[in-house]
């Protein structure tokens, strides 16, 4: 059984980077067959996709997102994280990691089949 668990800080200060992990247990997180992705939802609004690791091994982020975030994984420890630079109030959300079986990275978050509790994240100094 795959699962999935998200740590990092739940408050965060404007101009800092922020960094989740998600820690994997019952699979590797260098399975060529999974795909690894970030989401998070502010309060009161929709899922956001914001990047990810394909089965091809290859990061892929949002357009919105691509200039400040960063995602990378640790075969050491199988986990992947994820780093957001500078960030506002506006990045206030819980963030969620995912893994899907041969699914697209890109593809709707409702086809992926594991998903870590969420974790809030708030910006505010």
């Known amino acids: 059984q795959v699962q999935l668990q998200e740590s990092g800080p739940g408050l965060v200060k404007p101009s800092q980077t922020l960094t989740l992990t998600c820690s994997v247990s019952?699979?590797?997180?260098?399975?060529?067959?999974?795909?690894w992705i970030w989401l998070r939802q502010p309060s009161g609004k929709g899922l956001e996709w914001m990047g990810g690791?394909?089965?091809?091994?290859?990061?892929y982020y949002s357009p919105s997102l691509e200039s400040r975030t960063s995602i990378s994984r640790n075969t050491s420890k199988n986990q992947f994280s994820l780093q957001l630079s500078s960030v506002t109030p506006e990045d206030t959300a819980v963030y969620y990691c995912?893994?899907?079986?041969?699914?697209?990275?890109?593809?709707?978050?409702?086809?992926?089949?594991?998903w870590g509790q969420g974790t809030q994240v708030t910006v505010s100094s």
């Open positions: 995912g893994g899907g079986i041969r699914v697209g990275v890109k593809s709707n978050s409702a086809t992926y089949d594991y």
């Open positions: 019952g699979d590797s997180i260098t399975a060529t067959y999974i795909a």
């Open positions: 690791i394909g089965t091809d091994g290859s990061t």
